[in-house]
């Protein structure tokens, strides 16, 4: 099993940029594929990104793409969502997730989920 536990977030305006972090304690934090996803207030969880164990794949939704970027540091078991030009609607709580099977899309594929990091952009 691994423990997850997301920081970074916080209040941004129009524009700005941010950096969350996903830091993994527990297993060994390679065997694992790690998605972020966000839920915005009166919403579903939706998908942000993926990235694969060696951290040779991502995958990034349409809505973040070319905007923000997953990256990993397995020496450091941490996993990064760098987001910038952030959007009014890009504020959601946003979580880390870790699966041991594949980078799903679908927040039913993860294994284990972190708590949370709320991020809010003001317009």
């Known amino acids: 099993q691994v423990q997850l536990v997301e920081s970074g977030g916080g209040l941004v305006q129009t524009g700005g940029s941010l950096r969350l972090s996903c830091a993994a304690s527990?297993?060994?934090?390679?065997?694992?594929?790690v998605g972020w996803f966000r839920r915005a207030p009166g919403k579903d969880r939706e998908f942000v990104a993926a990235?694969?164990?060696?951290?040779?794949?991502?995958r990034h939704a349409d809505s973040v793409k070319g905007r923000f970027t997953i990256s990993r540091d397995n020496a450091k078991n941490t996993v990064y969502l760098q987001m910038s030009s952030l959007k009014p609607e890009d504020t959601a709580v946003y979580y880390c997730?870790?699966?041991?099977?594949?980078?799903?899309?679908?927040?039913?594929?993860?294994?284990?989920w972190g708590q949370g990091t709320q991020v809010t952009v003001s317009s």
């Open positions: 990235i694969s164990r060696a951290g040779g794949s991502t």
């Open positions: 997730a870790a699966s041991y099977r594949a980078m799903y899309s679908e927040d039913r594929g993860y294994d284990y």
């Open positions: 527990g297993r060994t934090f390679s065997t694992y594929n």
